[in-house]
């Protein structure tokens, strides 16, 4: 009987295309998909840059998922130091401490802070240079737009739809705020201050940044 005339270098070429296309197709199944934000540590330090329309101020921001609380401490140019103190149960005190002008608001809101991951879901715009850095962009609901370094996955910039801007100048994962400087001072809890509402208080909620996220997220 004749043998099999296909012969060793045919097999060979067979088998070298069969394993040329099974990589071609999963490297391109590899490159297909938009890339998507890092989730936020469960806790960092940030010192965050913010201009709106030419007013500027520094935010102290420390998240803690892992305590369910979030803080952010803003400072306006020459102006007002403001404490922004979120609670996962829904509460959010805002405060001065300076001499006189002692004041206290609180709210409570139908949801926590901001999941470790709100980002999901967002658009994947391409990428762009910001600030000197290049980044993936984002779009999430019209709302905000979010740009993350493409090499260390850090967040570099973000802008809402109000033009409000803000460039992210630390961020110190891990870095915990200690318990004592999240204790709101006495009169936030003196009940004719609870429902106070500073002419500011929008204002506040959005350079906080949280509130009015937390709402459309
Ligand atoms: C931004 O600032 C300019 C100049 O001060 C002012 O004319 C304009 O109304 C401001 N826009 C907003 C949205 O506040
Ligand atoms: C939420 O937690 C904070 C901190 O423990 C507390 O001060 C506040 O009263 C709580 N709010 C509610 C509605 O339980």
Redesign the pocket.
Known sequence: MKKSTVSPITVLLVVAAILISYYSDVSSAESDPDPTPAPWPHQFHSILFVNFNGSLSLIDLWYDWTNGRNFNIIQDQLGELLYDLE?N???VFRYTLDGDKKKCSSA?IDVGILRPNWLDGATYLGQQFIDGFHCNVWQKVDFIWYYEDIVTKRPVHWVFYTGRSIHVMTFEVGAVLEDAKWQ?PVYCFDKKQVHDDPASDNDILEIGSKGILREFI
Do not use: E, I, R, V
């Open positions: 609670w149960n829904g509460t409570l709101a």
